[in-house]
């Protein structure tokens, strides 16, 4: 007896699940004249990167959010209106089994001449779980005030997220790096 596998109108056959990281589940809120933002990197604490932190080695990812404008201008590059650089690290203690998180947010908004607001979070944890959260997962982070300067006009946040280094051939350094883009309706 011979059977087949069909699949059914419509439907997709099964397909493997992507294996490049990526930044999922961008979202931006508007509240009371601010913008928060969320979203997570994923598929980025692979086998590799894993094997870095438990060696001790100290692991970075430093992650980009831009409020863009567009120019009145075509064929112009966007304008920066508001920078938030967001720097992640872990650091493991193979004596104590514990991991040492630190996460530092740099506000810039281009009109300030005071300089970058700095913040800076610490924990130690000795759950794997925490420590994958603390590095690719932010809820609600501060991007911008909309309501100060930009009535009317047409804006997006990308963030971009560099994921360190990488040797092609044990030779020729490259930089991993993601990005993602949704627009900001103040």
């Known amino acids: 007896m011979l059977g087949f ?17 990526g930044v999922e589940a961008l979202a931006v809120r508007s509240e009371g004249g601010r913008a928060w933002i969320s979203y997570e990197v994923a598929r980025v604490m692979d086998d590799e990167v894993e094997e870095r932190i438990h060696s001790g080695i100290p692991v970075t990812f430093r992650h980009k959010v831009q409020v863009l404008s567009k120019r009145g201008v075509p064929l112009m590059p966007s304008k920066v209106i508001a920078q938030t650089t967001i720097e992640t690290r872990v650091e493991y203690d193979s004596l104590t089994r514990r991991y040492d998180l630190l ?10 001449k005071q300089g970058p607001l700095t913040e800076e979070q ?13 590095m690719t997962r932010f809820d609600d982070v501060p991007v911008f005030d909309p ?8 804006l997006r946040v990308r963030v971009e997220v560099n994921l360190g280094r990488r040797y092609i051939l044990f030779v020729f350094p490259g930089t991993r790096s993601v990005s993602a883009e949704t627009p900001l309706d103040p």
Do not use: F, N, V, Y
């Open 5 to 21: 596998l069909a699949t059914p109108a419509g439907a997709e056959p099964d397909r493997p699940a992507p294996t490049k990281p």
């Open 103 to 112: 996460r530092r947010i740099e506000h810039r908004i281009r009109q300030k």
């Open 122 to 134: 610490r924990r130690l944890t000795d759950s794997l779980d925490e420590m994958r959260s603390w």
């Open 147 to 154: 309501a100060r300067e930009l009535q009317g006009r047409s």
